[in-house]
């Protein structure tokens, strides 16, 4: 599917979602909405009957907040002065984001009521390409990630809301052992943990040719960033380049879902 954020260019989408080999239940997310220029990519954590609740909730909570408001208004409480050195869109966008968190806490406060129930979350990684152009802006949570593709070079856009992370920030001195021991996938972040989330967010202008990239934490615990690098030079267009990236993290063992979401930036005229 495409959408038209500026004349001249077209965003052309692709998602996939797919359980993995290890598991028997997916908790990821995918959506998109190239009408509103929003695609959301979600990794639920909670458990069955609790993360995939969650991520669902999320980004639906997220695609109604866009469709009912636009870049000038949007419903109060979901601003934080932080955001006043932001683009109207990113406001908008972390806005969402907070709407989407309230929304899980709900699920939460909900659950607390039911016998054996595990609270329910989601990371988030969201991009947004406001119509007026030529700027993508990010919102992430937690460690699904975005990318970006240009001139065959793959950068990553995100930064992961990890203990590992954590550690690395409060001891930029610490071993590669001591690394080692500090699980890879323990979050720091994540829709639905706290009240006052914390969001990560990245503005970045855009050009024909480039190709974005979110994903969900069993693509890059499969799959290193210069295969992914390769996977989306050789894909044949985004939906194959998801077709590929499922396949890698499958071939590598699938031990988690794995989401994937490919969006390249095109002319008019390239849009298939």
Known sequence: MSGSP?????????????VGRRRHHNEDYVLLKPALGLYLLLDGVGGRDAGDVAS???????????ADSDDTRWPDG???????????????????ARKAN????????????????????????????????????????????????RDRELLQLTRDHTLRNVAKL?????SADELA???????????GSRDNIELGVRSVAYQVGDTFLLCSDGLTHMVDDEHIR????????????????VSLANEAG?????????????TPAAAV
Do not use: W
């Open 6 to 18: 500026l004349p001249g260019a077209n965003i052309v989408a692709a998602g996939l979602t797919d």
């Open 56 to 66: 669902a909730t999320a980004a639906h909570s997220m695609a109604t907040f866009f």
């Open 78 to 96: 979901y601003r934080t002065l932080l955001d006043l050195t932001l683009k109207p869109a990113a406001q908008r966008l972390c806005a969402a």
């Open 102 to 149: 309230h929304d899980v806490l709900a699920l939460a406060t909900a659950s607390l009521s039911q016998p054996h129930a595990r609270k329910p979350g989601t990371t988030l990684v969201a991009a947004y390409f406001p119509a007026a152009g030529p700027m993508l802006h990010l919102v992430h949570v937690g460690d699904s990630r975005g990318y970006r593709l």
């Open 170 to 174: 409060c001891r930029p001195d610490i």
């Open 181 to 191: 021991t500090i699980p890879e996938n323990v979050i720091t972040r994540a829709l």
């Open 230 to 245: 390769e996977a989306l030079m050789l894909a044949d267009g985004p939906q194959d380049a998801c077709e590929l990236l």
């Open 254 to 266: 699938g031990r988690d879902n794995i989401s994937v979401v490919v969006l390249r930036v095109s």
